[in-house]
Every structure is written in C-alpha cells, then in structure tokens.
C-alpha cells in the first residue's frame, strides 16, 4: 500500500509537468500561428493599401479626362447647335418663301381648271396634311391623283405624299415618291425641294455619299433657288 502511495505521489508531478509542457507548446504554438497571421494581414494589408493608391490615382487621372473630354464635347456641342441655328434660319426663309401662304395661292389659280367635286379632293387632302393627318393626307392625294390622272397639281398632290411619308417616318417610300416627282414631272417647281428634301433623309441615315448627290443635283440643276443656297451650306 504504501508503495503504491509513494509511486502515485512520485508520477502525479510528472503528469502536472508533462501537461504544463504539453499546454506550454500548445500556447508557444498558437502563438507562433497567430503571429504568422498578423504577419499576413499586415502584407495583404500593405498589398490592399498599395492597390487603392493605384486605383485612386488611376480615378483622379479619368476624371481629369473625363473633365476635358466634357469641355471639348460642350464646345463642340456649341458649335453644332450654333451652325444648327443658321440651319433652322435659312430652312425658315425657304419655306416662308415656298410657305403655306404663297403656295394656296398658285395651289388656287391651277385647281380652278378641275371640276368642284375634284377641287374638294385636293382641298380635303391638303387640309389633313396641315391638320397632321398624314396617312389622311396620303389617301386624299392619292384620290385626287386618280381623279385627274396627269391633270393640274398632280405634282404638288405627290409632293405632299412625299412629305406626308416623311412625316410618318416612312422615308424609303418618301425617297421614292420624291424620286418619281423627279422622274415623271421634270420641270415641275416641286424637284428642286423634292431633291433637297431627299438630301436631307440621306443625310440623317448618315448616308452621306447619296446626301451629297442630291445636294449637287440641286445645286447644278437649279444653281439659283432658295434650295440651292441650303445646299450649299450643307456641303461646307
């Protein structure tokens, strides 16, 4: 018995002692680990810190871009919107030249050729255009056409079927009324606009090339009209 007391009293100091070193590595361990950590959050860290500085002075650089390219696109934006103004000026003293007024008045002198019941089938159609009835418009025109087959306004009746097609944005078969206004009525007073017009639905397709045809077959064929002048302009 008692040498069992005096083994028990000999290896429970050396249990405490293998468990304190046990638990002394462990800690040494975990600390070691911990310091490892630290050491890797302080690189990534670094890292992190390195890459925003990067980015942020890659940002400060785009909006100073971004600054000049504002101010060169608001110049520019300028200039267009000035030369636009010169535009819109001139394209009012055209059609203040060609405008509604004068044109019901020669509208009058040659529809007085046809028949009353005729008569009110150009009226009607022209009335729709002017109301904005466009596909109206159209239906009258074409009515009229019909009526008095190569009879007096069937050029101006298929100007404004043109221009009704434009309106609701129907531009090929715009270009191609415009075009057949331009075939069968030559020497109508309606091609030089019809051409200019058809410039005009190239150009905002950004069809430059056929723009600049019909510009020049305004210019060169009718080289004193009011289109011609705006032609002109456009080309420059």
């Known amino acids: 018995m008692r040498k069992r007391i005096s083994r028990a009293v000999y290896i429970m100091p050396m249990l405490v002692l293998v468990i304190l ?5 462990l800690s040494s361990q975990r600390f070691r680990n911990y310091g490892w950590q630290l050491d890797s959050l302080r690189y990534y860290t670094r890292k992190i ?34 030369r636009l103004g010169e535009s819109e000026t001139q394209i009012s003293q055209l059609y203040s030249k060609l405008g509604p007024a004068q044109r019901a008045v020669a509208d009058s002198e040659a529809i007085a050729q046809v028949s009353p019941e005729i008569r009110t089938l150009y009226e009607s159609a022209y009335k729709q255009y002017i109301k904005g009835n466009y596909q109206e418009a159209i239906d009258g025109f074409l009515a009229y056409q019909q009526a008095v087959q190569d009879g007096p306004l069937v050029d101006n ?12 944005g129907q531009l090929q078969k715009a270009v191609n009324t415009f075009q057949e206004l331009v075939n069968k009525y030559p020497k109508s007073a309606r091609v030089p606009t019809a051409l200019y017009r058809m410039g005009i639905i190239y150009e ?9 045809f ?23």
């Open 214 to 236: 019909y510009y020049n077959q305004v210019i060169k064929n009718y080289p004193n009209s009011p289109e011609a002048a705006l032609a002109r302009n456009k080309l420059q």
């Open 157 to 168: 009746a298929l100007y404004w079927i043109g221009e009704s097609h434009a309106a609701l």
């Open 204 to 212: 905002e397709g950004k069809d430059l090339k056929t723009a600049r």
């Open 49 to 82: 810190d390195s890459l925003i500085a990067v980015q942020g002075n890659e940002i400060a650089q785009l909006r100073t871009d971004l600054f000049v390219k504002t101010n060169e696109l608001s110049q520019k934006f300028d200039m267009l919107n000035s």
């Open 21 to 25: 070193t046990s638990t002394s590595c």
